[in-house]
T-cell receptor, first 115, second 113 residues
Framework: AQTVTQSQPEMSVQEAETVTLSCTYD???????LFWYKQPPSRQMILVIR??????QNATENRFSVNFQKAAKSFSLKISDSQLGDAAMYFC????????????FGKGMKLTVNP | DAGVIQSPRHEVTEMGQEVTLRCKPI?????LFWYRQTMMRGLELLIY????????DSGMPEDRFSAKMPNASFSTLKIQPSEPRDSAVYFC???????????FGPGTRLTVL
């Protein structure tokens, strides 16, 4: 079974600074998808960014980018120019390609942005 | 589109009562998922449907939980009888095969006293 680990339960960053959230996963599959979801206090789950495992190029979405290291099974999220609105819980998630459609989530990490 | 709709948003009930959570997926989506979020266990899948058929219910805790999808636009998750340990936020999500994104509803916060 696949597992996702987020080892840092909490982090903080100063507004306008850069922060990196770490995630590792375990799988025996070669094709899969990885995601970062954001959950603000409203508890709405919002997709931040996704990465297909077959793509070597790291995904980017505006201020958000990932560092995908397939061999190391590592998938970190970098937030540049942090904003107060980035404060939230962040969840790393895994989904098989061609197998189960379910998302397997890490335990999450609480990001605080200090003004 | 209105997105995934869940009702109620909050539910407070007493132990032993029946609880029914409802979900309307995004129109045209053929996959529907029920997830549960707790402090101890995080976010975990309970069950998911494809074309109204349950595909994976291995996450359903026990016989007290049941889920149905009578048609493409409606699903229910029922707990009978409810217990305090069922207190959690329950999310419904939907997607379509050609998409890699699951769209989540706002969740139902369930409190069982």
């Amino acid at each position: 079974a696949q597992t996702v680990t987020q080892s840092q339960p909490e982090m903080s960053v100063q507004e306008a600074e850069t922060v990196t959230l770490s995630c590792t996963y375990d799988t025996s599959e070669s094709d899969y998808y990885l995601f970062w979801y954001k959950q603000p206090p409203s508890r709405q789950m919002i997709l931040v960014i996704r990465q297909e495992a077959y793509k070597q190029q790291n995904a980017t979405e505006n201020r958000f980018s990932v560092n995908f290291q397939k061999a190391a099974k590592s998938f970190s999220l970098k937030i540049s120019d942090s904003q107060l609105g980035d404060a939230a819980m962040y969840f790393c998630a895994y989904r098989s390609e061609g197998g189960s459609e379910k998302l397997v989530f890490g335990k999450g990490m609480k990001l605080t942005v200090n003004p | 589109d209105a997105g995934v709709i869940q009702s109620p948003r909050h539910e407070v009930t007493e132990m032993g009562q029946e609880v029914t959570l409802r979900c309307k997926p995004i129109s045209g989506h053929d996959y529907l998922f029920w997830y549960r979020q707790t402090m101890m266990r995080g976010l975990e899948l309970l069950i998911y449907f494809n074309n109204n058929v349950p595909i994976d219910d291995s996450g359903m805790p026990e016989d007290r939980f049941s889920a149905k999808m009578p048609n493409a636009s409606f699903s229910t998750l029922k707990i009978q009888p409810s217990e305090p340990r069922d207190s959690a936020v329950y999310f419904c999500a939907s997607t379509i095969k050609t998409s890699n994104e699951q769209f989540f509803g706002p969740g139902t916060r369930l409190t069982v006293l």
